[in-house]
């Protein structure tokens, strides 16, 4: 143990408070009860990821002290014995008011070679083109706390050739993308990817006759406007981004509340609008296609995406007794749990919770701490069980109890 220090408390923290220019002025401060100040708040973090740790909120020592500090003076107390030595997870409140970039993200052996080879060329972390901000690849999970829109994944091969279909006359884009997608398989969905962020055809000129074509699409009688619909609203904010004509390839889904949808390495999304959880691994590595002001790398892009990928996956959920378990197919769980008296949260390791709703006090083998709507605690794996009282609502991260 460093330093012979016992670490045996269950911390408050301070989140982070991202303002990305996609996040909603309204949405995190109305769940949360915080007053905004007409700013965006796109996200908050409470994690201990190197970029944006959060902090202790109290306490007479460690007031102030970030949480991946706190993690590292005794990595197993904090997160257990067979965890890594840091937290695993990242957990994170999001609020849509606008699209985020298209993006994909990489998985282990990519984000590796990749956060080596931006080291070694010395690209500070800060730059706009560096693209690994660290060595882990990236995976998430989005649980709708309202209704939820996003684009993600890949359509199958015959529906993209559906849809393409009726726009080939009036667009060469589409048509362009349709001549590639005939190869068939595997490769006719990469080489359509292809056609669309990086060929000629692909020019705003281009882009913009392909919109126009949706848009007529958009009023045949008994079509669906579905796979049309998206790219006409993007181009109102992103008229000739090349990503629009990738849009037509994707799927379109809508959460409500209470749903969740995982994202896996390799798969190519972006989120439209509203409120939800994430929890992620903790990376903040990204290849973005388009819909931003950042670093494009439409190449990587392409180099990234899985194409094996049966579609979007709707990670396993259970009830019992107020609580709601979700569990994808990766490390972390989130469980969102409606207190009523007494419940246990029913996760192990190290464990993030959120209070949205009410008040809560959390109680573990060797300390307590009570939190109102708005307000966020750490446990440490060594801390054992933690069950909470009160009367509420609140969201916690961890692991698989052990």
Known sequence: MAGGLVLTLVFQLDHVVRDYPWGSVDQIPRLL??????????????????????????????????????????????????????????????????????????????????????????????????????????????????????????RSLDAIGRILAPLTASSSLAGAMAEALAVGGRDGLRAALTVALMSDEASPDGVTELVAACRRQLAVPGDDPGPYAAPVALARRYPTDRALAVVLMMNHISLAPGEALFVPPGSLHTYLRGLAVELMSPSDNVLRAGFTSKYVDPLSVVATVDLAASGPLRPAVTRHDGVRLIRPPAVYQLADIRVSGRSEVPLGGPRVALVLEGEATAFTALGSLHLERGQSLFAMASEGDLTLRGKGRVIAAGLEPG
């Open 33 to 154: 009860g915080f007053e905004g100040d007409g700013q965006p708040v796109a996200e908050i973090w409470l994690g201990a990821h190197r970029l944006a740790s959060a902090t202790v909120a109290r306490g007479e020592d460690d007031a102030g002290a970030s949480l991946r500090d706190i993690i590292s003076r005794d990595p197993v107390a904090a997160c257990g014995p067979s965890a890594p030595p840091e937290l695993p997870y990242l957990l994170k409140v999001l609020g849509v008011a606008d699209p985020l970039s298209l993006q994909v993200h990489p998985g282990a052996e990519q984000a590796r070679a990749g956060f080596a080879r931006e080291e070694a060329a010395g690209i500070d972390l800060s730059s706009p083109e560096r693209t690994y901000k660290d060595p882990w690849p990236k995976s998430e999970m989005v649980y709708a706390l309202e209704s939820f829109d996003m684009l993600a994944g890949l």
